[in-house]
């Protein structure tokens, strides 16, 4: 006998309050002040002693290395292309999230560097072609994502294999607080994208986030009813409407494999029509479709900001500190709101600018400057331990020292290159404490 969530989904409405419990359920109890985790990625690369001949260290040896660590925190899991991304436990406190976060970069660093590996963090490889980084996870979910993208053109490529960013979850918090942190997330959007933007190549401040644009536009970006500002249109049913309009990246099998979906075919189209083989889809076909969905924030239960690049260890708080500010304190939230809805109509624009531009585009620095100084006032205002003094002092001389000059970290990771490949790597590797000679 089938689960009830393997039974067809019914209609459209089924299909909605899916939607509503599996990505917006805030619980009437929950705390104001909300919880943090984080997620970092690394590219595993080789080095000669001179750092150079480098290359991308291969999944079994990655997996090898990662067998060796013996940390009692997080979690170490591997990316496509044989990244590494460290996810942190849920904390009550951001200061407990970035603690965790630095001691599994260190604990990574340090079981890399013995066998000859650097981690670097930036947005993008860019010291290797992707043509030279094989896709290495070969479970069913990663093949039938790879055939589907590679039908969209050369995007899904550069963005498993070749792409890093640092991901902060947030809490929804309660009912009311949550739709207004859920609408200040996608208001600052192209503001996070400008600021963290650490992936340089060509014009480009954060090619990552163009290879993201480019991937899949019908599961990319913000949801069309949130840029729309349609009146009657609340979370759910903007992502209700995102998830029925974008396209059916793959199927699953009963056996356990997965066909990849057709470039234009719809889960509305299959809600409607079914599937000449595999029938109607299911609600846990649907959970399933949501988690293939890669919107600039993703609404799981919680926020899951997507749009900050990979970036070094000495700025890695930063993003953490303004955007628990941002959302966590009310006045915060609220003054952004007043700040960012007047250009809510033109978030895809934005977006764009921010990713081939950054915050050297002045309208851009503005808002990133009014935007970030309303977030780090915020973070002060909140309960004393809930940051590291350091960080908060940390995110006011990076606010210093790039975005009130309209620069971000992709103009320093520039620079680097222009003296050479090797300046670039010494510049993105994860610092190892007490370094010897190899």
């Not at 000059?405 to 990771?413: S, T, V």
Request: aromatic share 8%; net charge negative; glycine share 8%.
């Amino acid at each position: 006998m089938q689960s009830p969530e393997e039974l067809p989904l019914e209609d459209s409405a089924q299909a909605r309050q899916v939607v509503a419990e599996a990505c917006f359920s805030p619980p009437a109890d929950a705390p104001a002040l909300g919880r943090v985790g984080v997620e970092s990625e690394f590219f595993p690369i080789r080095a000669g002693s001179d750092w150079r001949g480098t290359y991308r260290l291969r999944l079994p040896l990655v997996e090898t290395v990662l067998a060796s660590v013996d940390a009692p925190f997080g979690r170490f899991t591997v990316e496509p292309g044989g990244q590494v991304e460290h996810s942190t436990a849920v904390h009550p406190t951001a200061s407990g999230a970035v603690v965790e976060l630095e001691r599994g970069a260190s604990t990574l660093a340090r079981a890399f560097y013995e066998c000859g590996t650097v981690l670097a963090a930036t947005g993008l490889d860019v010291w290797h072609d992707p043509s030279t980084v094989p896709q290495q996870l070969t479970a069913p979910r990663y093949v039938a994502m790879a055939d589907y993208f590679v039908k969209r053109g050369h995007h899904g490529q550069v963005m498993m294999r070749h792409t890093c960013s640092l991901q902060v979850n947030l809490d929804l918090g309660p009912p009311g607080v949550a739709e207004e942190r859920w609408l200040v997330a996608n208001l600052a959007a192209p503001v996070i994208t400008a600021t963290f933007a650490c992936s340089h190549r060509g014009d480009a401040s954060s090619s990552r986030a163009l290879a993201w644009m480019g991937l899949d536009p019908t599961r990319t970006g913000v949801p069309r009813l949130l840029v729309a500002g349609t009146m009657d249109a609340d979370p759910v049913t903007q992502l209700w409407d995102f998830a029925l309009h974008a396209d059916v990246l793959l199927i699953r099998t009963p056996e356990g494999g997965a066909v990849a979906g057709t470039p234009g075919w719809r889960f509305c189209d299959w809600l409607r029509d079914g599937h000449p083989q595999h029938g109607k889809p299911s609600a846990a076909d649907l959970v399933y479709h949501l988690s293939t969905l890669f919107p600039e924030i993703r609404a799981r239960g919680f926020l899951e900001f997507r749009g900050v690049d990979a970036v070094p260890s000495r700025w890695r708080a930063v993003p953490v500190t303004l955007l628990a500010g941002m959302l966590y304190d009310d006045r915060a939230r609220s003054e952004v709101v007043g700040v960012l809805e007047r250009h809510q109509r033109h978030l895809p624009a934005l977006l764009r600018r921010a990713a081939t531009v950054g915050v050297a585009d002045p309208e851009l620095c503005a808002l990133a400057v009014e935007t970030w100084s309303l977030a780090l006032a915020g973070a002060y205002r909140l309960p004393k331990g809930y940051f590291r003094s350091n960080d908060l002092f940390r995110t006011g001389a990076f606010l210093d020292w790039f975005t009130l000059r309209g620069r971000c970290p992709a103009d320093e990771l520039r620079e680097r290159l222009e003296v050479g490949t090797r300046a670039a790597l010494v510049w993105a590797t994860e610092p190892v404490e007490e370094m010897s000679p190899r």
